[in-house]
């Protein structure tokens, strides 16, 4: 039994949810979503709650039981609030700033990164050393946030790098003389 998908999804004041066959929409203050569920779960919207149920016992049934509210769960929260990824840069000469659409990121390599921020999603740079990534697609502004400390993940020994806010590097000791 999934316990995540036994809980029913709460709509907040604001929020609402219409039903078409297997594809909810949720409608907010912030932003509309659409989902498409698989077809080995079934949806209801009733009370101001959407609940999921899975269509019989299998193993596929049961992942997309869990994985389907908590999507829902996720396109809840998006239409009211924004989703917020803070990124924090480390190292010498290492900077960004925002230019239009495009992230333009220094770091220490023999070029500068423009990275084009996609739809859906803002990056803002409040000083160069700080990033913030916000949208209404928890997915997305995931993705775009791994995508941006790709370009220069920290390293073990000085730490230098793009991070995550809360994310602590485990500093190795260099080699002994």
Known sequence: MSRIGKQPVALPDG???????QTIEIKGPKATK????????????????????????SKRAR???GM?????????????????????????G?????????????LGLSHDVDFPV?????VTAPKPTE???????????????ANIRDWRRPEPYKGKGIRYKDEY????????K
């Open 63 to 65: 992942q997309q039981w």
């Open 34 to 57: 659409t989902f498409t569920a698989t077809d080995d779960v079934t949806m209801a919207v009733e009370d101001g709650t959407v609940t999921v149920t899975p269509r019989g016992k």
């Open 68 to 92: 389907t509210r908590t999507v829902i769960a996720n396109m809840v929260h998006g239409a009211k609030d924004p989703f917020k990824k803070e990124l924090e840069i480390r190292g010498v």
């Open 169 to 176: 590097i485990f500093q190795k000791e260099g080699k002994k």
């Open 15 to 21: 929020v609402t949810a219409t039903l078409s066959g």
């Open 94 to 106: 290492y900077r960004a700033q925002m230019q239009g659409n495009v992230l333009k990121l220094n």
């Open 118 to 122: 996609p739809d859906g999603v803002t």
């Open 131 to 145: 990033l913030i990534v916000e949208g209404h697609d928890k997915q997305l502004v995931g993705q775009v946030a």
